[in-house]
């Protein structure tokens, strides 16, 4: 069981930048899963952001989001992070963490088991 708790979120200008984080809250660790963000506004399906491989090799990102955002880990912190930067009024949403260990990396959300409860992150135009 891992739980997941994110942080970083927050209100900024069109053009600014934030560094979202994700780890665990129960002491365990996520280093042997992949790892993926996705986002959510009120009334539309979770979307795929960025995921990132158990070794941290390997990543992939929606394509709304290829150039801006960058995602990776640091095992020794238990930690993944999300900087975003050239932020949009478009990327306003409230931003998950979720952890899977079968598939190596997935943008589904089904295929992940364990979430975080999401940091808000609002984009001022």
């Known amino acids: 069981q891992l739980d997941l708790v994110e942080s970083g979120g927050g209100l900024v200008q069109a053009g600014d930048s934030l560094n979202l984080s994700c780890t665990t809250t129960?002491?365990?660790?996520?280093?042997?899963?992949?790892l993926g963000w996705f986002r959510q506004i009120p009334g539309k399906e979770r979307e795929f952001v960025a995921s990132i491989s158990w070794t941290g090799a390997v990543t992939d990102y929606a394509d709304n989001v290829k150039g801006r955002f960058i995602v990776s880990r640091d095992p020794a912190k238990n930690t993944m992070y999300l900087q975003m930067n050239n932020l949009k009024p478009e990327d306003a949403a409230t931003y998950y963490c979720?952890?899977?260990?079968?598939?190596?990396?997935?943008?589904?959300?089904?295929?992940?088991?364990?979430w975080g409860q999401g940091t808000q992150v609002t984009v001022s135009s």
């Open positions: 979720a952890a899977e260990r079968k598939v190596g990396q997935t943008r589904l959300a089904t295929d992940y088991v364990f």
């Open positions: 129960n002491g365990r660790t996520f280093v042997s899963y992949g």
